[in-house]
């Protein structure tokens, strides 16, 4: 694996790939890799000649009281795992390289931008448009790999994309859970043994209210207040929102009939932690 740290580097280290017509798969992440991460790597490796993962902890993304400095980095346990999955090139820039002093330039995605967790989180989603949008110029992707974990960012970037004319697919992967059914995420590692316990109310909510679709209740609402109600049981878990929405413009929907995403943000301590899960058309 090539481990560049430049801009320039990153584009001489394709552009001999590119000419000879290989195909370039890009992974986007913020570094502290668990397997939630390695699973859009593989599907990178499927599907491309080449795989890059970038590793950067953007700080545009992070609002002013939250957990930038404090983000984990593990840049070293990441190589090897990235090494194992036979990773090409890991982009791994500076602050400073990303962002040259001076930059004034962002990418705003009105509207989708400001729902969910961007109305919890005010300009999380200029900073997630604005780096990825320079991770696919730096890198030039024929696919971009997400994790569908992050449902609302999905949402977001795919309509970056289309209004923006970039040249590539988008691929979303889905969610990869614990055995428990907490889904992985860095930042799970803030959490201690007994929030990791409280924390599991969030997937029970949402497991519930897919069984209680099966059973045949559509009424988004009434969904909410039930999955709502699981939520008010744990005392340890402050809850930022449950919501049923488009998966697409992130618009609440009356009924999960042609299909939904059911989100979840919560604080458990001072960790905010998202997951969803996809309903199909009915
Ligand atoms: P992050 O490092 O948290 O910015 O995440 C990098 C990418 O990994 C994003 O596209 C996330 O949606 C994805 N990701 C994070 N956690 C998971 C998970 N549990 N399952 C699948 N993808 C994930």
Known sequence: MQIVRTVAETRAALRALRSKGLTIGLVPTMGALHAGHLSLVRAAREQCDTVVVSIFVNPTQFGPKEDFSKYPRTFDADCELLEEEKVDVLFAPGVDEMYLSGSTTFVTVDEIGDRLDGASRPGHFRGV??????????????????????????????????DLNFPLEMVACPTVREPDGLAMSSRNRYLLPEDRTHALVLSRALFRTEERVADGTFAAQTL???????????????????????????????????????????????????????????
């Open 129 to 162: 448009a604005t780096v990825v949008a320079k991770l696919f110029h730096i890198v030039g992707p024929d696919k971009a790999y997400f994790g569908q974990k992050d449902a609302a960012q999905v949402a977001v970037l795919r309509r970056m994309v289309r």
């Open 224 to 282: 909410v207040d039930d999955a709502v109600t699981v939520l008010a049981a744990e005392p340890h878990v402050r809850l930022d929102y449950f919501r049923i929405v488009d998966p697409d413009t992130l618009l609440d929907v009356e009924d999960v009939c042609n299909g939904a995403l059911i989100a979840v943000a919560a604080f458990v301590g001072s960790t905010r932690l998202i997951d969803n899960i996809l309903i199909a058309p009915r």
